[in-house]
Antibody, heavy 123, light 108 residues
Framework: QVTLRESGPALVKPTQTLTLTCTFS??????????VSWIRQPPGKALEWLAL???????YYSTSLKTRLTISKDTSKNQVVLTMTNMDPVDTATYYC???????????????WGQGTLVTVSS | EIVLTQSPATLSLSPGERATLSCRAS??????LAWYQQKPGQAPRLLIY???NRATGIPARFSGSGSGTDFTLTISSLEPEDFAVYYC??????????FGQGTKLEIK
């Protein structure tokens, strides 16, 4: 069974760098077609896609945030890490990691999600 | 960026009624549109992908239709557990995925 879990600090100060880890099980990021994304949701607001890493270690970022984001994976540990630099109070949100299974016969959408981790940016 | 506009913002219905939620794209997304359900304090759950395909384990009362710029999520007969926020999401402009602003389905 597929599970994902986000971990990281609940509180960061403005200008600091946020590092979040997604630990998953039930699939391998070395399997063709497997991808993990980060998606965030400010309190009471809509979802925003941030970044994606695929089985081939290709990385993709939101155009509006790409200068601040870095995504990486450790296949042996079943982990994906997201860093976001220069944090601001507007970055306060619940951050989710989600799996995507891409390719023919698959949903090509975010079919499994972690429970999310709330990150507050405040001095 | 492809903008998805959902309507209405809030829909008030009673259990047993039929719900129709809309999502309009700022440009064609072909059939590359998905729907998610989110309950308070929970992560979103994939309901429909590629406009009309139900995800694994999703009840048959949920159906999706549309193509191009106009899409609809229909819940044929509302169950108490269906009251939640629903989001549409496009993958046409891969990998710049975007979500709609959501429709809150509340109990009347």
């Amino acid at each position: 069974q597929v599970t994902l879990r986000e971990s990281g600090p609940a509180l960061v100060k403005p200008t600091q760098t946020l590092t979040l880890t997604c630990t998953f099980s039930g699939f391998s990021l070395s399997t063709s077609g497997m991808c993990v994304s980060w998606i965030r949701q400010p309190p009471g607001k809509a979802l925003e896609w941030l970044a994606l890493i695929d089985w081939d270690d290709d990385k993709y970022y939101s155009t509006s945030l790409k200068t601040r984001l870095t995504i990486s994976k450790d296949t042996s540990k079943n982990q994906v890490v997201l860093t976001m630099t220069n944090m601001d109070p507007v970055d306060t949100a619940t951050y989710y990691c989600a799996r995507m299974a891409s390719g023919s016969g698959r949903s090509n959408n975010f079919d499994y999600w972690g429970q999310g981790t709330l990150v507050t940016v405040s001095s | 960026e492809i903008v998805l506009t959902q309507s209405p913002a809030t829909l008030s219905l009673s259990p047993g009624e039929r719900a129709t939620l809309s999502c309009r794209a700022s440009q064609s997304v072909s059939s590359y549109l998905a729907w998610y359900q989110q309950k308070p304090g929970q992560a979103p759950r994939l309901l429909i992908y590629d406009a009309s395909n139900r995800a694994t384990g999703i009840p048959a009362r949920f159906s999706g239709s549309g193509s191009g710029t106009d899409f609809t999520l229909t819940i044929s007969s509302l169950e108490p557990e269906d009251f939640a926020v629903y989001y549409c999401q496009q993958r046409s402009n891969w990998p710049q995925y975007t979500f709609g602003q959501g429709t809150k389905l509340e109990i009347k």
